[in-house]
Each structure stands twice: as C-alpha cells, then as structure tokens.
C-alpha cells in the first residue's frame, strides 16, 4: 500500500475542507476501499475518514421517512431499524459477516456503488433520496451503472432518507466465494405501486425490474410474476452464474420475496 | 468407561493452550534482531520470454539491499521430482529444471522471476513494483487446456518438450490386454468422463521464510512453513544450493495447516537463504494470500474417462481409466508420483475386481505446479470408481449399498493381492458399511425425502466405500516404483537424569496433535505420566531425522518408529534393573512403570531406573554404557490400509439449483485409535474439505492463464454455515497387521470418501425428482450448474 | 509519522505509525502482540478480528490511526484475570475447536462477541455468526460445537434439532 496522510474530521464541513486537497479521497469503513489500496489499484495521497463525525451517525424516523446517516455501520441499522423498516434492517443484517457490518456504512456502499452490493437495491427499490453535502439526488438518479454514481467531486453522502413501505422483503442469493448477491431483490409495496430493485444479476448494476412491478402493482403476490420471463440480455456471465441463471434467479427471488413481504 | 489417560483415551490438546492464548509462534511471528525483506517479482503473464530484468532503478531505492534474478541462480541446481516414472514405452519422464527463479522463460501467473531484498517491507514492495513495471517479457500463447497443450507441438510450455508430456504411464501395462479382453466380453459396459476439479489447498496460513547465516561458522538456518524440515534439508542442501547438510537447519516452528502443500521445497526457501549469505542478515519473507493462490502447489485437476465392466447383476469385471492429469508449470516434488503409484494403485477399490487397467497422461501447462493436496491421487481414484459405480447402478437398476457388498473383498481373503499391485492386509468393508446404514439411518431416508417433498425440495443419498493406502511408505517398495527418497522415520527417546522425557521425532505437527498423542503412546507404553513427556518436532538441530507429516504417515510409521525406540529404553531398562536387584536379565518384567524380578516383590520403578542410568554408581559399566536415550529408525513393511464408508444427503432447491448437505456419516475403520477426539477432528476436517471441493471450490484460469480465482471474492472456501455436524466413528477396528501400534492413519480419509458421496446424493436427489437426464455433473456442483443441468435437457 | 495512542488489553499504549499502518500491524510489529493473524488480503479470513470498543472487527482493514482513542482487546487479553483460559477458550480446548491454531484467535474473537450479543444462539446462528471467519482444518464441527457448549447449552441437543 502507498503512504497516506490520514485524517479524522469531526465536522462535515472539516470533511469536506480535507477532501479539497489534491489526492484525497473519503474512507467510510473502508471495508472495500482497504483491499483495493493493498492491491494499489488506489493510492490517494490524504485519506478523510468518515467515522468521526457526529452527525453522519444514526437512524431517526422523522416526516420523510426514515433517514440514516451516512457513517452509520451495517450493525447499527440492522439494530435500530428493525422496529421502523425491517426489511432494510435484514438487508444490512445479511451484508457481509458480523466484523464487516460493525465497520461497513451505507454511505460508503452508495458511493462504490458496486454491481453485487446489497444496499443499492434498497434504495432503489424504496425510492430513497441520497443526501450530500450539497444537495438530495433521488434513488432514480443516483445509480449510474457499475461502480458510477451521481456524487460529484467534492461531495460527500451525508445520510439517506428511505420512505417506509406497507410492505418489503429482500432475498439475497448469496455468490458462495465473496458472499456478495450473485442476484439480489428488493421488494416494496407502497401506496403509489410496488417497486423491485434487483443487484448482483446485470452489467448495468442496481436496476429496476418494470414488468416485475406492473405485475405487483396490481397484484402483490408470488404468483402475479410467475408468467414472466426475464431476459438474459445484458445480464452478468462469471464463473458463478450465467446471465440465463441470473435472469432466471430474478423471477424466483422476486417471488420468494413477494412472500416473505410483511 | 473411556480411559482418561494413555493410548485410547481423548487426551485434551497440549498445544491448544498456547493457540489459544495468541502464545503460538509461526513463521511470521519470529522476529530476529536486524531482519531484512523479501519481496518476489511475479510474472502477470502465464507464458513469456523474459527479454529484460529492469534492476538498476530498483537497487538504487531507498532501503533496498539487493535485487536477484534468475541469471544468479542459473548455475545452482534445480529443485528437482521426487520421483522418476518411466512411461509405457520404457523411456523415463521428461523433467525440465525447475530454478529458484524463472530463467530465460516465465511459465505461469506468479512465476517469481526477481526478488528484491530491503530494510523494510514497504521498500521492498515499492522496488519490486518497478521491477515489474520496466522489465520486458514476450507474450507467448499460453497453454492452459490439457488436451491442447499435448496437442499442440508448436507451443510448448518448456522448449526442449515437443508435446508438453511428462510421461505417459500405463498401470499396469502387462495386463492392459487381459483388460481389453474383459470389457470386449463384458455383458454390460458403463462409461463417465468426469474431471476432478483442481484446488488450492489454502492453508488458513500464508506460507514464510526467514534466512539466516552465521559467517563466523558458516551455518544457515531456514525457518519455514514445512510439513518435513528434514526433506526441506536435504533439497536445499542436495539439490539447489549445495549448502553442506551439516551446515544447514531447517526448522518449521508453529506452522498453521499444509494439507500436502507445505510439504514441498519452494524457491522463496533458497532464495532467502541466499540473500541472508549474501548480505549477513536475516531475510524475512511472507506471502501474501494473493501470492499463495499464484505459486503454493495446486491439487487434483484431472479429467478422467472411466469405464466399468460387469455383469447384469452387477458384479465387476474390470475397470479402465484415461486420464489427463496436470503438473503445472514445474515438476513440484510429489507431482510425478500423485496421478501414478497414489492413484493407479488404488483403483481397485475395496472391490475384488479381477482385471484393472490405468492410463495416465501428465502434462505440463502454464498453471502453477500441481502437487499432493489432502489424500493425493486417492481422492481422484475413489471419486472416478464411486461415480462410475453408482452409474452402473442407474443403468441396471441395481441398489448401490447391495453392489457394493456382493463386491466387497471378504475378510477370509486377507492378505489380499489386487489387480493393481498393492497388498492389503487387512480390512471388513461390510462392517464398516452396515455402521454407516446404522449410524445414518438409512431405513428412515423415506420418511426424509417426503419430508422434503413436502417443502418443495429434492431430497438424495449417496454412499461412497472407499479405501486408501498410506503410512508412506516401505523405501524397497517404492524405491523399485521410482521413488528417490526412502520413506522410513525416525524418532529419539531421552529419559532425562531426573526421569521426565523428551521425545524428538520426524514426524511434524501442523495442526494433528501429535504433541499430545505422541506422549499419550509413550506414556502407556512406560507407564508414566503424559505431562512427564515432552515431544519435539520440526527442528534438524534437534530431531535425529524424518520424512515429516504427509499421507497420514505420521502415527503409522514415525509412531512405530517411536515405539521401537520405547522398546530400545526398555529393553536397556531391564539389563539395568536386573544389575541393581541382583537378578537375571530374563527374569526382570516391565509393567506399569516399573521393573520387576518376576514372582518376587523385588522391583524398581522407572524413576530409579533412569536416575540410575544417569548417575551409574551401581550399574553395570563393564558391559553397559550409562545413560538412557535410544534412536529407532522405522521402515514400514507394507502400506496401510484404512477404509471405510461414507454417506451423504443432500436437499436441492429444485428452483435455484443450491445443494445443501443435509447430514454426512461416516464409518472408519483405521485400525486401532490413540486419541478418538483427535481422530474425529481429522474425518471432520477432511469431510469440511471434501465437501468443499463438491460444492464449492474451484480453480479457474481463462484461456490466457489469468487465475481467475485468485482470492476468497473468487474462490468459494467452504464456511461454517456451508457444512452440517458430522457423524463420524471409528468403532469398526481390524488393527493394521504390521505395525506395532496397530494403526492405519486418518488424516486424509475425510478427503478421500466425501467428494463421490456428496456428488452420488446430488444426481440421486435430481434423478429422483424427475430429472432422469442428469447423470453427471462435474464438481463443483455450484448452483448455478446443478440449475443448467436440471434445464438443458 | 503520527503518533497514536489507544488502550489494548486494559493498557494504554502508543507508537508512531503511518497512515498506512493498518491496525493489525501496529498490534503485532508494533506491540508485539503476534496472536492477531493475517491470513488473507481482502478481509474475508477473519483470522486477524479483534475487538475495538467491544465491537469485532478485522483488524487488518482498519487503520491504526481510526482506531485513536479507543479501546482494543486481543486473543492475548481474553484470559481471565488469574491466566486462566476464559470460558470461550476453555471450551475450544475442551471440545477440540481447534487444530493448526492459526484461525483460532478469530475465531476466539469472533465467538466471543457473539455470546456478547446472544448469549444462547442456536446452531444456525452460531453458523450463520461465523461466516466471516474461515477454517481449514476443523470442518467447523468442533468449533460449533465448543461456541454452543461456552454458551451453556446441552450440545447434544442442540445437535439434535
């Protein structure tokens, strides 16, 4: 790994000063980031750790819905979110093993933004909106493909807000190496409609699955989705999974997650 | 009533206290006053030309103290094959030399072509970063398919081998026609080609090693991640560097798994030790897991076409085998011998098969070296005769537990002479059979299965009976099969002046316990306490001599060899005894700790005895030397011969493809037990690990040899939620009839059994649920795999 | 260099690190404290977690200087106050939980901090908890088994289920 200046700000405008820096780069549990510098596929020259800062840390129910500071680790939302939103809550309790959750943020999966990680399907799915420093992005606009979102230089996720569904389940496919999703689906049934986020499965990353939704919105059950079919197009082929597979595994996860929805 | 102490008795770990305190002391953990760091230059191609070696701005960065390349090793010698195999036609193998650094060529993704020695580790990975960024290597096509790489006589992995074939080995040729004859005249032929996937042993620690050298005597002294530090010895000193062996010690402290792996010598050894020469300080080097998955020695990776003679009622007739095994890039030191005389040998199974025919083509690839990795050809043999038999048994509609029986060897057949040249002398295969039904309630499978159907699953059982040869191994045996090495142990008994003893033996323990079973046997057999004794391992300066710890050798054969050496004591004892209490040698008897005139109350304990020895004021110094330690070599008159039978259930999401092992038992038969909690700790690591490699693991180069499973994102070790608990027994004991323990050995059986039961239940589960097409799947049955299988009618 | 200063194993201590010091590296080269292993470079063995302010973690993917101020316990802070093993640790001696020892003080640490948090799991959480924390020796059985006895549950019954 190359050296590093490393700092701890305990403000969020500290935060964003540091980051003004040539070569800085946030770290937020630092679970995905840390390898990646031992490998030196990433070098910064400063490193502002998130971790410090009071007002990046929490859940709090408030008129918007549930909102989530950035910092806050995976352990600390599958606690205190259980009793406001519990399939959010089982999502971060499933992310990685228990030493993972009690470093890894949300913030910190929204800004990587990877293909298999869990959160962004969350999000997604419950129309959530992305809080920086400067602005709020909504879940739409956020996800740009693998590894891209709509953070900007200089920016850094504050906290995100979910509004609360009557109904939601995830079920997670795990990819049995890295435990990642080798498909993900998040479902959430809302006044408005219903709305299935899937990860793990596509090149494009987080994505929607529309015919998935027109299905639920008029029938919330396992069965509404059972006569269709997910194309393969686009989807992701590895070692683990073919895109066949993981299109497949969309439709039987959407459904298992449509029947466990409370 | 279990005994609480001596042989038989679930002896608490010793070794466990200072595990368990973070007191263990590994490779990584020493460190040595003015140590330096050795980083490895690593090829990011599988096959190239090295053009340049871009040293100069590397050896002028801060800290660096020395850079290596290939060319100061070109005129030490190779690390050479352990073992010479000669093909069909008589002409022995092709065995390239394998440098301490790649030379003129690299061969595969990880080939250490420089090494950069610095004061600190960050120096060194920062010149070792330039190194690779500025040299220049020649792309080369990379030759990673089996079949096209003994194809292809354009591409060649080492220039001076035309068809990229070490040997093509036949076992055993002269029957070859016999064989022929029984499959043209057989009633029914079943035949499967399947691949026995490759694996990375992965031993949760990184393999290390630190050089050291003392100018003012001119010793060395190499402390390293080794299975065998008197074989590390003998390579380094023999083979590559030329160092004198008496001037040379080898030492593997605290050494955290080797699974086969660590039991080879590997370049990152001699180089340290070089540096350490050349610079007149300690160098210190560890991997990194990345550079464990490039260059630890790989396992298995066979493809294999298997056919199987009978009758309708399914008696065997005769087996054949083709197959390709990989060695890799290099010969690693077991590599030749690991698809030949650890695998053809064994390819009769427990079966009483009258013809046997094996073929095996070993090919050199732009991969890692391909080495021994728990149970070594066994697990390959095993798994192509359990899969081919339960086919057999689809075919004719036969029950795969009644197969197995009318086809086991009976004990009134003992010792038994098999088609393929080994001679098993004892065993009750039905026994251990009749306890896995019992012990796996077979009878109950029914009401499983429905059980299942009722949550929408598929349930499957599968048996494997499955038998190996180990205690490796008698030297004029192998010496006649092409082994370089004799395979005998040794082990020191010191009884101390004050009466407690250590024990120095050649066997080594990187996760087996012997330190606690070792003393268990010495202290039944002396009848003293087992915290009276001390065993040491993994030292050349201490230890007289051995082969180290592989092949589940250890108790069988360094235990024998301990044991001959407690006779030695003993027998020393008595000539004592009989000085001091003034009767004849003959008359004095040995039990309980104590030397007794027999039928008088006449006795001295042990104690005396020793302290005797050690202070001989009234001893018989005319005709005996005083003190008391005896050295015992051990050659083993046969191998042994452990069996058993394993059981499987598996449930599979007919909608997702995900298997999950449901339960898995296993019956054993290793002759007799020292330590039973130690011996179900083994089946129960071996079984996690067969497991794995049906379920999960897999090791994936793409065309142009990139490993595509270089780290745990990639490769799918089995976690604790991926297993169940196990039930395991040994209680099925037919002693080994050759040793004086009476044992067999365990480490590697897990290993060997698992894998077919676990692939029988899965393709039982789907040919039940309905998917009468699926006859194979190749391991890892991954789900995405068992789904593909399920569909693609 | 930077100076950094936090509490391990009830002691407070302090060394100069970079920032690239990762905590695990400044437990064992800087502390000497060598029961932390590393065992893998992507932060999935688990062989290096430990626990900062009673929370397990893998040590080898946080930086010293994150860890500042607070309060780190190792494998070599678990015994009791008289030496002997904890209870956790006993139970991985009494049950075999262990083999070459290297995953061992992970383990140790992960298993604690899961009875710290659910004092009587079941199998499938014990299993489930553990999922971070590779071992290639022990099949997991033993360690299963040794996780369940620590806690005070009857194994065999639990093993029945």
């Keep these: 790994m190359h050296n590093f200046d490393f700092v701890k700000p305990s403000s969020i405008a500290d935060a964003v000063k540091a980051l003004s820096t040539d070569g800085a780069q946030a770290l937020s549990g630092g679970q995905t980031l840390t390898p990646t510098m031992k490998q030196r596929l990433a070098a910064p020259a400063v490193l502002v750790s998130l971790t410090g800062i009071a007002e990046m840390q929490g859940v709090c129910l408030g008129d918007d819905g549930l909102s989530i500071g950035a910092a806050t680790p995976h352990a600390v939302v599958a606690r205190e979110a259980a009793k406001y939103y519990p399939a959010l809550a089982a999502l971060a309790a499933g992310i990685g093993d228990p030493a993972v959750r009690n470093r890894g943020t949300i913030g910190g999966s929204l800004a990587n933004n990877d293909p298999a990680a869990c959160y962004p399907s969350a999000v997604l799915a419950s129309g959530a909106v992305v809080v920086t420093n400067k602005r709020k992005i909504k879940a739409d606009d956020w996800f740009q493909g693998m590894f891209t979102t709509a953070l900007e230089e200089g920016e850094i996720i504050t906290g995100v807000t979910f509004p609360v569904p009557e109904k939601a389940a995830y079920v997670k496919f795990n990819q049995p190496a890295s435990r990642f999703a080798l498909t993900g689906v998040f479902v959430a049934k809302y006044a408005s409609g219903v709305r299935v986020a899937v990860t793990g499965a596509s090149n494009e990353g987080v994505f929607r699955w529309s015919d998935g939704e027109k299905a639920l919105s008029g029938n919330f059950a396992g069965a509404a989705v059972a006569g269709l079919t997910v194309s393969a197009d686009g989807m992701i082929g590895d070692l683990h999974g073919t895109p066949e597979y993981r299109a497949h595994l969309v439709k039987v996860l959407t459904k298992r997650a449509v029947d466990a929805a409370h | ?793 | 260099m930077t100076k950094v200063t936090m509490t391990v194993n009830g002691k407070t201590v302090s060394g100069e690190v970079d920032g690239r010091t990762l905590l695990s590296g400044f437990l064992r080269e800087g502390l000497g404290l060598t029961g932390t292993h590393i065992g893998c470079d992507t932060s999935q063995c688990g062989a290096c977690v430990v626990h900062v302010d009673g929370k397990a973690i893998k040590s080898c993917t946080m930086f010293a200087l994150d860890a500042a101020g607070a309060s780190v316990k190792t494998i070599e802070g678990m015994a009791n106050a008289d030496g002997s093993l904890s209870v956790i640790q006993q139970s991985f001696q009494d049950h075999h939980g262990l083999q070459c020892g290297f995953c061992t003080p992970g383990m140790v640490m992960s298993s604690a901090a899961l009875l710290a948090e659910n004092p009587k799991p079941t199998e499938a959480e014990v299993r489930h908890y553990l999922e971070g924390n590779i071992c290639r020796c022990t099949g997991y059985h033993n360690i299963v088994k040794a996780v369940l006895a620590a806690s005070g549950q009857d194994v065999p019954a639990v093993a029945a289920e």
Excluded at chain 2, 307 to 328: H, I, P, Q, S, W
């Design chain 2, 1 to 793: 009533m279990p005994k609480d102490t001596g042989i038989g008795a679930s002896s608490k770990r010793r070794e466990d206290v200072r595990f368990l305190s973070g007191l263990g002391n590994y490779t990584d953990d020493v460190v040595i006053a003015g140590q330096s760091y050795a980083i490895f230059v690593r090829s990011t191609v599988a096959h190239g030309r090295i053009v340049k070696v871009a040293t100069e701005a590397a050896a002028a960065m801060p800290g660096v103290l020395a850079v290596f390349t290939g060319e100061d090793f070109a005129a030490v010698g190779g690390n050479p094959a352990g073992w010479l195999i000669n093909s069909r036609d008589g002409t022995p193998m092709k065995e390239p030399k394998r440098p301490v650094l790649a030379h003129g060529k690299v061969r595969h993704v990880g080939d250490a072509y420089a090494a950069v020695v610095a004061e600190t580790l960050q120096q060194a990975k920062d010149a070792a970063q330039v190194i690779s960024d500025e040299s220049e290597i020649e792309e080369l096509p990379a030759i990673i398919d089996m079949a096209k790489a003994l194809a292809d006589t354009t591409n060649r992995v080492h220039d001076e081998i035309p068809d990229n074939q070490c040997y093509d080995w036949g076992w055993i040729e002269d029957n070859r026609a016999a064989v022929e004859a029984a499959f043209k005249a057989a009633p029914h032929v079943t035949t499967l080609e399947l691949v026995n996937n490759r694996l990375v042993p992965n031993a949760m620690e990184p393999r290390a090693s630190i050089g050291e050298y003392f100018p003012g005597t001119g010793d060395y002294k190499l402390t390293t991640t080794s299975q065998n530090p008197h074989l590390t010895r003998l390579l380094v000193a023999a083979f590559v560097l030329g160092i004198p062996e008496n001037k040379l010690t080898v030492v593997a402290p605290d050494v955290g798994g080797g699974f086969g792996s660590k039991i080879y010598h590997y370049g990152e050894e001699a180089l340290v030790l070089a540096a350490a020469k050349k610079l007149k300080r300690p160098v210190k080097w560890v991997a990194e897991r990345s550079e464990s998955f490039l260059s630890d020695a790989h396992g298995r990776d066979h493809v294999t076409k298997i056919e199987l003679a009978c009758d309708k009622e399914g008696n065997f007739l005769a087996f054949r085998t083709e197959t390709m095994a990989n060695v890799g890039a290099y010969l690693s030191n077991f590599a030749t011998v690991t698809p030949t005389f650890l695998h053809g040998t064994l390819m009769a199974g427990p079966y009483k098969v009258p013809h046997v025919y094996v073929n095996v083509k070993t090919v050199f690839t732009n991969t890692a070296p391909v080495d021994a990795y728990r149970g070594a050809g066994r697990p390959e043999a095993t798994y192509s005769l359990e899969r081919v038999i339960d086919k057999m048994c689809r075919e004719l509609n036969l029950d795969p537990f009644e197969v197995r029986r009318k086809n086991f060897l009976t004990t009134d057949m003992f010792p038994y002479t098999t088609p393929v040249g080994l001679v098993y002398d004892t065993g009750n295969y039905q026994a251990t059979l009749d306890k896995a039904v019992e012990l796996g309630d077979v009878a109950g499978f029914e009401a499983r299965r429905a059980a299942s159907a009722a949550k929408g699953k598929l349930r499957g059982l599968g048996l494997s009976t499955w038998i190996e040869a180990c205690g490796i191994a008698p030297s004029h045996l192998v010496g006649i099969l092409g082994a370089r090495v004799g395979l005998y142990d040794a082990a020191t008994v010191r009884v101390n002046a004050t009466g407690n003893i250590s024990v120095m033996v050649g066997a080594h323990s990187h996760g087996q316990g012997h330190e606690t079973v070792f003393a268990q046997v010495v202290a039944e057999q002396l009848g003293v306490p087992e915290s009276s004794i001390e065993i040491v391992h993994g030292d050349t300066s201490k230890i007289p001599f051995g082969m180290g710890s592989y092949g589940s050798r250890s108790l069988a054969v360094c235990g024998s060899a301990m044991t001959k050496a407690v006779d030695k004591i003993i027998a020393k004892g008595k000539k004592i005894a009989a000085h001091m209490l003034e009767a004849a040698e003959g008359d004095i008897t040995f039990a309980d700790g104590k030397f007794s005139v027999a039928g008088t109350d006449k006795a001295k304990t042990f104690g005396e005895i020793a302290f005797s020895a050690y202070v001989p004021h009234n001893y018989p110094l005319e005709t005996l030397e005083p003190g008391l330690e005896e050295t015992a070599f051990y050659d083993p008159a046969n191998f042994t011969y452990p069996a058993g039978a394993y059981l499987c259930e598996v449930e599979v999401d007919a909608e997702t493809g995900k298997v999950e092992v449901c339960s898995f038992t296993c019956a054993d038969d290793f002759g007799n037990v020292m330590n039973p909690m130690i011996v179900e700790g083994q089946v129960h690591g071996g079984v996690g690990q067969g497991i794995g490699q049906a379920l999960l693991e897999n090791t994936t180069y793409d065309e142009n040899g990139q490993l595509l499973t270089g780290s745990y994102m990639d490769y799918a070790m089995p976690r604790a939620d991926d297993v169940p608990f196990y039930t395991v027994d040994a209680s099925c004991v037919t002693p080994c009839t050759h040793n004086p323990l009476g044992v067999k050995g365990c480490g590697e059986a897990g290993a060997i059994g698992s894998p077919p039961a676990v692939i029988n239940a899965v393709i039982d589960a789907l040919q039940r649920g309905g998917h009468r097409h699926v006859t194979h799947i190749d391991m890892p049955v991954s789900p995405s795999r068992v789904w593909s299988a399920m569909n693609n009618a």
